[in-house]
């Protein structure tokens, strides 16, 4: 079975600071991998979504890379807002989507 | 767009009584899904639906819960009977095509508490 875990579990940086969101896995046969944001009380909301073909994507001041034979993947956010303040999961997928339990990000104004 | 749309919101129960949660996936979403979350954990699947067919129910507890997606559309979940364990986030997600290819988009998800 796919383990997924993430580091840190949580964590609080100063508003406009650039941060490092990681995600590892233990199986490297997947489909592909997607990162969310969730916000209390509410559904996963979909960042970004990284084919095993590829290396990276972007989206504003988001930036996912995937090395899949080391098994890991890194979110990287730039600039950070309070608005960002959310739990951040990665998902993998093999044969169905496998998920983290999350880093909780606190972005202090 | 519509996005993925699910009720109730939230559900409070007691132990022993049925409860079903509805879900309508984005238009065209041939895949559809049922996560179940406990707080501070990731979703974990119960099953996944290709159009009405149920081709991954094997970690959806059969004893207690049901599915059903008629007209490969919108699904039921249901629970009878409903036990203190089953207090969690039952989430709905769906994707075009199939699971070695489709982004996940979920719903808001309905909260069951069961005292």
């Known amino acids: 079975k796919q383990e997924v875990t993430q580091i840190p579990a949580a964590l609080s940086v100063p508003e406009g600071e650039n941060l490092v969101l990681n995600c590892s896995f233990t199986?490297?046969?997947?489909?592909?991998l997607q990162w969310f944001r969730q916000d209390p009380g509410k559904g996963l909301t979909s960042l970004l979504l990284i084919q095993s073909s590829q290396r990276e994507q972007t989206s504003g001041r988001l930036n996912a890379s995937l090395d899949k034979s080391s098994g890991r993947s890194t979110l990287y956010i730039a600039a950070s807002q309070p608005g960002d303040s959310a739990t951040y999961l990665c998902a993998v997928n093999g044969n169905q989507f496998y998920f983290g339990t999350g880093t909780s990000l606190t972005v202090i104004p | 767009e519509a996005g993925v749309v699910q009720s109730p919101r939230y559900k409070i129960i007691e132990k022993k009584q049925p409860v079903a949660f509805w879900c309508n996936p984005i238009?065209?979403?041939?895949?559809l899904y049922w996560y179940l979350q406990n707080l501070g954990q990731g979703p974990e699947l119960l099953i996944r639906?290709?159009?009405?067919?149920?081709?991954?129910d094997s970690q959806l507890p059969k004893d207690r819960f049901s599915a059903e997606r008629l007209k490969g559309v919108d699904s039921t979940l249901k629970i009878q009977p409903a036990e203190l364990g089953d207090s969690a986030v039952y989430l709905c997600a769906s994707s075009l095509g199939g699971a070695d290819t489709g982004e996940l988009f979920f719903g808001e998800g309905s909260r069951l508490t069961v005292l």
């Open positions: 639906y290709e159009n009405e067919e149920a081709v991954d």
């Open positions: 238009s065209g979403h041939n895949t």
């Open positions: 199986d490297s046969a997947i489909y592909n």
